[in-house]
């Protein structure tokens, strides 16, 4: 089957910028996470979603930063006014449900560069 | 919060070798601690995974072993082969009081197989 989908593989914009990733889970998977990888370290928590809601947004770095899930399936991250720090690969995870002994199974990301 | 250590940073073996990679946590609070592979340009995909009432586990060329008491965990590939060169990433899970289960990844560890 299909596995966790991210568009756009990758995004240029301009710093001040306005810009939205977008994830789509495994077909079935209430939980949902999104992940920064910045260069040459490991993928950091940003946000979790079981089902619609926002049950944990702890790893967001600021108010800049904001993420939506509907309708429980598709999410989008948005990032008002770019900074150039916020230049990093961002990975969307999904899981079948919120436990610890729950794979959870990566996108192939969205690569970020503000200029 | 849970914080991983992560050690080699890089790590070269002859094809046909072994190689081990060792991490350890902080929080004794973790239960859930996957290995996952990272190809260039690719998500993190799982290997192999371990839960903390086993101290052991074994898939083909890989193994995992976990140590509660010290808090850490290695990795072992045997029969190394060059599709095995990647960067690994240990990680930690526990339930967290937002009732995620995010993961805190390890800084990884590049491997290099040379034929």
């Known amino acids: 089957g299909a596995g966790v989908s991210q568009t756009p593989s990758n995004k240029v914009t301009e710093k001040g910028k306005y810009v939205e990733l977008r994830c789509d889970p495994i077909s079935g998977h209430t939980a949902l996470y999104w992940y920064r990888q910045s260069l040459g370290q490991g993928p950091e928590f940003l946000i979790y979603f079981q089902g619609t809601g926002a049950a944990d947004d702890s790893g967001l770095p600021n108010d800049r930063f904001f993420a939506v899930r509907p309708e429980g399936s598709v999410s989008t991250l948005k990032i008002q006014r770019t900074e150039r720090g916020d230049s990093a690969v961002y990975l969307c995870a999904s899981s079948l449900i919120p436990s610890s002994n729950n794979e959870q199974f990566f996108g192939p990301g969205t690569r970020l560069t503000v200029l | 919060g849970e914080n991983v250590e992560q050690h080699p940073s890089t790590l070269s073996v002859q094809e046909g070798d072994s190689a081990v990679i060792k991490c350890t946590y902080s929080?004794?609070?973790?239960?859930?601690f996957p290995w996952y592979k990272q190809e260039l340009g690719k998500g993190p995909q799982l290997i192999i995974d371990?839960?903390?009432?086993?101290g052991e586990k074994k898939d083909q060329r890989i193994a995992v072993t976990l140590n509660k008491t010290a808090k850490h965990f290695s990795l072992h590939i045997t029969e190394t082969q060059p599709e095995d060169s990647a960067v690994y990433f240990c990680a930690a899970s526990q339930r967290s009081g937002a009732g995620s289960y995010q993961l805190t990844f390890g800084k990884g560890t590049k491997l290099s197989v040379i034929p």
């Open positions: 929080d004794s609070a973790s239960n859930y």
């Open positions: 371990i839960r903390s009432n086993v």
